[in-house]
């Protein structure tokens, strides 16, 4: 008798997990998973506009992804988004970790008010901070344009920013900085923490000069932190899609400024080629998949732990 | 001396990070006729609210404001139950296929939205629910619930399975012991997940862009494009701009002001442990 109870009570409690993930396994499949099905699929379809009013895809097999590796725009714009996320998220990370580097020097008080200042920097919602930047860079009542207006020999002319792709990636890549910097300086600056004091002292003592210190001491044991920091970075900087939306807004909304995002963008809505934009799309899952795994390693290694 | 100097250096730079949010929150408060001189103002000496009367005059902030608390509510409100439950799973049992699980959830909350819209435009037009609360929820439901997991599986694994089996032995059932021990010591993680889940569906663009066509579904970030849009067709109301702005910005930034810290240590904790 008390046999069957136990034996009844442990099924129970093998099957209690799986009823408790039952909600979330059915969101993520209904609001990820069929959509990436959906997407696979009709990346090897002929779907265009006569599709959208009913007419059956045909199966074209890998033809989109043959039509789209000999479409020389498509390769410069996944060129120019490598680039400007390889550049943009290089430099988050430069200026993130002399930041934290610079909060670890100073004094409490000065440490306080740069703590803050990057704290409502990162708080600022996406398209709010936008709306100020595309202001800042106004080429009319800019400040920017102002302020560079001010340094003897400089005649801005009412530079127009925004008007050729160089100076637009620009724009574009220090409003990321400014966006990013706060959260690569604050986690690099908790993997400082982490370093011992009394170990630097004991280096010290042993003759090691401030250079040797964070060499041979302070850089190895922030290196982990570093390498998860440009990698969420590299992945982020993949999704601009906001910030480039909103630029073109204020400036051109020709092909050349397009990051992939914008791209496929375009590809659905204005040239309504669906079967084009999920190829392009599944394109984008690939290149994020991959850059992602050594990150979801070191957070599995965590899980485990 | 170099500390005083390295201070200084810090001060300035912490002054130039600052500059955009207080240029956002100064402007709204300046007469739009002082905005359209050539010389910036930075303080906005006669302050005016003006700017704020104009940005609501049209109705169409308090749609848009009603647009995104229904669809922020319904997301916090499921995402929470549905991680909730799915971190007790994952970190309470010990289950067949649970390394599966773990990793899919890791996967999944990377995939970005840029790769993704076009599908979810089709699929959610399919059934009719374009502009609609809830098929954006659903979408966003399933954006943020993994990274929720995430976070929450932490929360129940810090609460010691002891404590549970303590208060069994003293004759609560194993939900009791759950409902009246662990839940209650859930509280701050519980409501760190909530935050985190209502900034992703307050700021949220991508996804809202393609889903809520209409302007009479549209919610406050692209209600605020809109209006920067129309105002960009004749000569921009800066003020006006910048008043929007500053109501889209304050909640979010309290907002995050209380869940910054678990943020940042959620996302890289696996470094900083080793």
Known sequence: ?????????????????????????????????????????????????????GKPAPFVGLDNYAALASNADLWWVVLRSLLFCIVTALLTLAVGSLLALLMAAVSKAAKVILQIALLLAWAMPVVAAMTVWIWLFDRRRGVVNYLLDMIPGVEMNRFDWLAQPSTFFLVASIIVIWMSVPFVAFSIYAGLTQVSDEVLEAAQLDGANGWQRFWFIIAP???????????????????????????????????????????????????????????????????TIALSWFYIRSLLKEDAA | MRKALLSTLAIVIALIWVFPVYWMVSSSFIPTIQLQSFIPTFFPAPATISNYVGTLADGSFVSALGMSLAITLTVVFFCIIFAFLAAVAISRFRFRGRTSFVIAVLVVQMLPAEGLFIAQYKMVSSVGLLDSVIGVSVIYIAAVVPFTIWMLRGFVAGVPADLEEAAMVDGLSRFGAFMRITFPLLAPGLVASGVYAFLQAWNEFTVALVLLPSESAHTLPLWLRGFVQASATRETDWGQVMAASTLVAVPVIIFFLIVQGRLTSGLVSGAVKG
């Open chain 1, 221 to 287: 044991m922030i290196r982990p932190v570093i390498a998860i920091v440009l990698l969420l970075q590299l992945i982020w900087d993949l999704r601009v899609f906001t910030q480039i939306t909103m630029l073109k807004d204020a400036g051109s909304k020709s092909g050349d400024f397009d990051l992939l995002g914008t791209y496929v963008y375009q590809l659905g809505t204005s040239a309504q080629n669906f079967g084009m934009a999920s190829a392009v799309s599944i394109l984008v899952l690939a290149i």
């Open chain 1, 1 to 53: 008798m008390s046999a069957i109870t136990s034996e009844t009570a442990r099924r129970r409690t093998i099957r209690a997990p799986y009823l408790l993930l039952i909600p979330a396994i059915a969101i993520l499949l209904l609001g990820l998973g069929y959509p990436v099905i959906w997407q696979i699929v009709t990346s090897l379809q002929q779907y265009g506009l006569a599709q959208q009013f």
